[in-house]
């Protein structure tokens, strides 16, 4: 009779909460959401714990531009303060002279580009999130009222 060791037990039980964790992934990435006149970027736990800060809330007034752009990757430039690894991940913030960003990238998934105003407290903000282009079309509709 075979047996299935606990090695085994517990690998498949990893790979099921692994799988629970792709099917609710939108409740794991990042989410703009506007607020009291504020944006902010709302990231999940694990979001903050990788990427090494809660969130940033900046005025609607300091959004200068927002748009989606298919290669993330290419926007973030410095030197990096959380979690990264090219082409899969990169949360935190990138650090660079005069303008820092604030990211939550991942895969080779489109991401919303938000800029700001000369002045603020970040450069960028850049997240990958759910239907992109709606959440830019949402951010501003914000900025217009």
């Known amino acids: 009779m075979y047996r299935r060791s606990a090695r085994s037990q517990a690998f498949r039980v990893a ?6 964790c792709l099917r ?10 506007v607020e009291d006149q504020h944006l902010i970027p709302k990231l999940s736990p694990l979001e903050a714990v990788g990427g090494l800060r809660r969130s940033a809330r900046v005025p609607l007034t300091d959004v200068a531009s927002v748009e ?5 990757w290419k926007v973030p430039s410095g030197l990096r303060v959380g979690t ?17 960003d604030v990211v939550a990238i991942y895969g080779r998934a489109p991401a919303v580009v938000v800029t700001l105003r ?28």
Do not use: Y
């Open 15 to 20: 790979m099921k909460a692994d799988a629970e």
């Open 24 to 33: 609710h992934e939108k409740d794991a990435m990042a989410r703009f959401i």
């Open 68 to 72: 989606v752009t298919p290669e993330p």
């Open 84 to 100: 990264g690894l090219p082409g899969a991940i990169l949360l935190g913030t990138m650090i660079r002279r005069g303008a820092n």
């Open 118 to 145: 000369e002045g603020a407290a970040w450069r960028r903000l850049i997240a990958t999130v759910p239907h992109p282009d709606a959440v830019a079309a949402q951010i501003q509709d914000a900025m217009r009222d």
